[in-house]
Each structure stands twice: as structure tokens, then as C-alpha cells.
């Protein structure tokens, strides 16, 4: 089966002509999966998840594919850093879980949900596709969504600001053997407390917050795509590229980061009624395995932020 990008109505095409960029879709794309999701599916109206970072080690994509399984949507924003192109030149790392995540997504997108891919800095080589589709998944370069109750956001993967704020040194960290070596020691942290039945506690997590560096990163970053949705004239701004999930006002717009699938496993949803939470999967899937454990009822998917 062959599938051409496809340039959007609405958007100049100034890319190459469509038929030089055809593609065949692999065969593995198109393998049924005997996933079966346990209970009914959430909807929302739009899904945000960023940060995946598939093709390295430290990607979270058999808990990815539980998430995506969960739900249904009328959109979903792949917002960049799916794929780690950095990783994936250095050496090849792709285990079937990976392939999931693509087939996961690439069905919503045959089944009418709405997907649009935000290219970040670890998959910009994406980038040069922007304004044109691949499978149904729309290659935007950033996005103007608007919520059911009427507000606009501005929708980026982040990195653009990357030379503006100070203390970007934390996001080369998030790239180098010392991050690796951190989530390892997370991973086999955890393990030991799942084994006496405690909750999950993100080493990595504190490492960050504890280090003054990357507080004042984070915090510029804020305050620097905060001001940046001001002067496009929006409410509001989705971003991830620092692997922090947040809510929070900044003067008058509204901050939200998905977070990311390596050390935290969260999303950002809107309902139906234009209301933002966050969700913590990793905490979800957690409580289920320690509820399914101690037999009691497994609890419902957690909200760690909403606004």
C-alpha cells in the first residue's frame, strides 16, 4: 500500500512536489493488534503528549500504549520529541514496544480522530515536511488550538526559546550518560519499592528539583513561552521540551506543559466542556498493579493539576 503526503488547504505548500514524496507504509504498521484496553474508554475532546523519545532505552512505550489504548478523542497533538533522532544516529534501539506506539497512533488517525505532530529539536528533521500530512498525521510547524469554551492557545514543542533562557545547560544534561545513568538507578529504585508495596517516587524527578540550575531553568522557561503566547495574543500555551508537566497562570495567560514519557508518563487533556488537567499514568498504572495485588478495586486515572 502506497500513501503520498498530502499539503493541507489551508497552509502554503512550499515543500517538494507531492509524488517525490511518496511512501510505503511498512508492513508492520498495518498487523492487527490483539490489545484489549481493561474497562471502557475515557473520552476526551483533545489529548496533548509530548517527549517520548522513542529509539532510546528510557522510553516509557509499553506504558505509552496503555495510555493510548485508554482513550478516545477528536484530537490528539504529538507535541515533538516523539521520535529521538539524536539517539537513533548514535546507535539503533527499536524494540517491537515501539512499533506499538506508531501503530497506536496512526489508528486514530484512520479511525477520524485529528492528529497533528509538532516536530521538536530531537525530531526536527521532520520539520522539513511542514504544512503537508503522512498517514492522516498533519506536520505543523506550531498550531493555534482553540477549546470548547472558546480560548486560544498556542501550541509548540519549546526548544525555539532554548538560546533566550539562562541555564540551558539542564537540557543538554537531559541528552547525556549522566541522565541515562539516573533513570537506570530511578528504574531499579522503584522496583525495590514496588516489591514493599510503596508508591512510585521519582528519583530523577527530585535529582532536577533539587538542583538550583535547573529550578531557574524551568522557571525562565515558563516566564519566557509565557510571554511569547502574550504577544501572539492568546489565553494560553502548550508546550513540553523540558520533561516538566505544569499548570499555572503567568500575568495573564495560562502555562501548560504535557510533561513526557521517559521519567513521569503524563498528558495533558481537555474535556468536552473546555476544562485542562493533567494525567499521571504512571501513577495510575501504579496503584492498579499495587490494587490488583492487595485485591482491591483498582482506582481511576489520576489528575494531578487541572485548570
Not at 87 to 112: C, E, M, T
Not at 151 to 179: E, I, N, Q, T
Request: some cysteine; proline content about 4%.
Amino acid at each position: 500500500m502506497t500513501t503520498a503526503f498530502v499539503s493541507r488547504t489551508d497552509r502554503k505548500n512550499t515543500q517538494p512536489p507531492v509524488k517525490s514524496l511518496a511512501r510505503k507504509i511498512p508492513d508492520w504498521i498495518n498487523d492487527p493488534q490483539s490489545y484489549q484496553a481493561e474497562g471502557p474508554k475515557k473520552s476526551y475532546r483533545t489529548v496533548f503528549i509530548s517527549d517520548v523519545h522513542l529509539g532510546t532505552p528510557g522510553c516509557s512505550a509499553t506504558q505509552l500504549v496503555d495510555f493510548l489504548h485508554s482513550f478516545e478523542c477528536e484530537t490528539l497533538y504529538l507535541v515533538g520529541d516523539i521520535v529521538d533522532g539524536w539517539q537513533i544516529r548514535r546507535g539503533w534501539y527499536w524494540p517491537s514496544s515501539h512499533n506499538d506506539v506508531i501503530r497506536s497512533i496512526l489508528k486514530f488517525a484512520r479511525r477520524g480522530t485529528r492528529v497533528i505532530y509538532i516536530p521538536g529539536n530531537h525530531d526536527e528533521a521532520f520539520r522539513d515536511y511542514t504544512g503537508l500530512e503522512f498517514g492522516g498525521v498533519e506536520m505543523v510547524e506550531e498550531d493555534i488550538h482553540e477549546t470548547a469554551d472558546g480560548r486560544r492557545l498556542l501550541v509548540l514543542h519549546g526548544d525555539k526559546f532554548d538560546g533566550v533562557v539562562l541555564y540551558a545547560k539542564w537540557l543538554a544534561f537531559l541528552g547525556d550518560h549522566a541522565y541515562t545513568a539516573l533513570l537506570k538507578a530511578n528504574s531499579v529504585w522503584n522496583f525495590a519499592r514496588r516489591k514493599l508495596g510503596l508508591p512510585y517516587w521519582s528519583l530523577s524527578a527530585y535529582a532536577k528539583h533539587r538542583v538550583k540550575n535547573a529550578v531557574n531553568f524551568i522557571g525562565r522557561f515558563e516566564e519566557t513561552v509565557a510571554h511569547a503566547a502574550a504577544e501572539h495574543g492568546v489565553d494560553g500555551v502548550v508546550c513540553g521540551h523540558i520533561h516538566t508537566a505544569e499548570i499555572r497562570r503567568i500575568g495573564d495567560i495560562m502555562y501548560y506543559n504535557d510533561g513526557d514519557w521517559v521519567e513521569s508518563c503524563t498528558a495533558l487533556v481537555e474535556d468536552h466542556a473546555g476544562a485542562m488537567s493533567l494525567i499521571d499514568w504512571r501513577a495510575e498504572t501504579w496503584e492498579k498493579e499495587l490494587a490488583k495485588s492487595s485485591g482491591k478495586a483498582p482506582v481511576p486515572g489520576r489528575v494531578v493539576a487541572t485548570a
